[in-house]
């Protein structure tokens, strides 16, 4: 786990020469790498299984679209806050390149505020319901989410997601415990504003 926001490029170019097995690998908090890092990371490791860059702010949607291009074999991928994603954050494009994987069962989107309904729509349709079995749709301020999106991930994987945090999505209405369970049964943690 690199989680500091001391790591640059150069620290990236030095672990992947000299760690060569890596599945997992943790970035979170690390300010100073780009697109640069995440294209030496994705060529070293092609077989890597987990991916967290949250508030890794240099990096980009074409990075993003690189990894998901490279690594097919990604399980996790933990996106929080990267402020630096198109003019601001995470577009709809960078899900789009998301949802062609086969292989995501864990994503986090927290505070995506330019992420819609269709690209949501996009990762419930490409990932299969076999891969969706803990599948997280973390929404977490995410204000172009409405219900239609809420009710293509009902039609798309309502019997394999197990976390649903649509808190502060001012576009899905509020429903009671009872409402969710029956709107999507295999929900552990449903998460909504107060």
Not at 27 to 46: F, N, R, V
Not at 149 to 158: F, G, I, R, Y
Not at 183 to 189: A, D, K
Request: some cysteine; aromatic content about 6%; proline content about 1%.
């Amino acid at each position: 786990m690199l989680k500091h926001s001391k790591v640059t490029d150069v620290c990236i170019s030095h672990l992947v020469n000299n760690c060569k097995h890596i599945v997992h690998l943790n970035l979170s908090g690390c300010k100073g790498i780009s697109d640069k890092s995440l294209q030496m990371i994705t060529e070293s490791y092609l077989h890597l299984e987990s991916r967290d860059i949250t508030r890794c702010v240099k990096i980009t949607d074409g990075g993003l679209q690189h990894v998901m291009v490279k690594c097919s074999g990604l399980k996790s991928l933990n996106l929080y806050a990267l402020s630096s994603f198109t003019n601001g954050n995470l577009s709809d494009e960078a899900l789009f390149s998301i949802a062609k994987s086969k292989s995501i069962r864990t994503l986090n989107l927290t505070w995506y505020v330019r992420v819609t309904d269709a690209g949501v729509i996009a990762i419930g349709q490409g990932c299969t319901l076999a891969l969706l079995l803990n599948f997280l749709a973390c929404l977490f301020g995410i204000v172009g989410v409405t219900e239609k999106c809420l009710e293509a991930l009902l039609k798309l994987c309502s019997n394999t997601l197990t976390k649903v945090d649509v808190n502060e999505c001012i576009g899905i209405k509020r429903r009671s415990r009872e409402e969710l369970l029956q709107l999507f049964p295999y929900v552990r943690c449903f998460k909504v504003h107060s």
